[in-house]
């Protein structure tokens, strides 16, 4: 095990290191090695991955075939590490932004259009609306702008689906339907994305 002045040489080397290593994330796993999140994916830089091996708070699954050296050390970059301690998961999804687009799958609660979100309340702040995870969802500029302060009924619009407040299962089966652009093959046989078994 290195003492503290070595992990900080360490550090300070890697961040010499090639600006292409920086590409080379370590996807972290709970102790029950599962994802602590799917969307967005739990991902570390590859310098704090190392710098968790050497504090004792992680174990290696899996490397790339980059290798980083320091004055006396040579490693292979992990790319799947696992925590040795367990993290209990939040028992309540945070009410933000991210999260309600997350919920309602980046699309328009009202006609179905992705992109160009922005969200609503279902019953207008000026008509004693709240701001919820009952009275808010993902709406699309143009039904935004249609449904303006109105109620439902007197928009014309109608609801997808009722917003409710999820929970952070729920939350992890969305994510696990948006897949980041990048998954490097050592990270597949942790993740369970919804696809198709092959037969």
Same mark, same amino acid.
């Given at each position: 095990?290195?003492? !503290?002045?070595?992990?900080?040489?360490?550090?300070?080397?890697? $961040?010499?290191?090639?600006?292409?290593?920086?590409?080379?994330?370590?996807?972290?796993?709970?102790?029950?090695?599962?994802?602590?999140?799917?969307?967005?994916?739990?991902?570390?830089?590859?310098?704090?991955?190392?710098?968790? $091996?050497?504090?004792? !708070?992680?174990?290696?699954?899996?490397?790339?075939?980059?290798?980083? @050296?320091?004055? !006396?050390?040579?490693?292979?970059?992990?790319?799947?590490?696992?925590?040795?301690?367990?993290?209990?998961?939040?028992?309540?999804?945070?009410?933000?932004?991210?999260?309600?687009?997350?919920?309602?799958?980046?699309?328009?609660?009202?006609?179905?259009?992705?992109?160009?979100?922005?969200?609503?309340?279902?019953?207008?702040?000026?008509?004693?609306? $709240?701001?919820?995870?009952?009275?808010? $969802?993902?709406?699309?500029?143009?039904?935004?702008? @249609?449904?303006?302060?109105?109620?439902?009924?007197?928009?014309?619009?109608?609801?997808? @689906? !009722?917003?409710?407040?999820?929970?952070?299962?729920?939350?992890?089966?969305?994510?696990?339907?948006?897949?980041?652009?990048?998954?490097?093959?050592?990270?597949?046989?942790?993740?369970?994305?919804?696809?198709?078994?092959?037969?």
């Amino acid at each position: 095990m290195l003492d !503290r002045h070595q992990i900080t040489e360490f550090r300070t080397q890697f $961040v010499r290191e090639p600006a292409n290593l920086k590409h080379h994330p370590a996807l972290v796993l709970n102790a029950d090695y599962r994802p602590l999140s799917y969307y967005p994916l739990s991902l570390w830089p590859w310098q704090e991955a190392i710098k968790a $091996v050497f504090l004792d !708070r992680v174990s290696i699954l899996a490397e790339y075939d980059e290798v980083v @050296r320091s004055q !006396r050390h040579a490693f292979r970059i992990p790319s799947v590490v696992v925590l040795k301690d367990y993290v209990r998961p939040q028992k309540r999804v945070a009410f933000t932004r991210f999260n309600l687009f997350l919920r309602d799958e980046f699309c328009c609660q009202y006609c179905g259009a992705k992109g160009d979100l922005t969200f609503d309340h279902v019953v207008p702040r000026s008509r004693g609306g $709240v701001t919820s995870w009952e009275n808010v $969802v993902a709406a699309c500029s143009p039904c935004n702008l @249609r449904k303006a302060n109105r109620s439902l009924r007197h928009s014309g619009l109608h609801l997808r @689906r !009722r917003p409710r407040q999820p929970s952070p299962e729920e939350m992890h089966a969305v994510g696990r339907r948006f897949p980041p652009n990048h998954l490097h093959e050592s990270w597949m046989d942790f993740l369970y994305w919804d696809a198709e078994l092959e037969s």
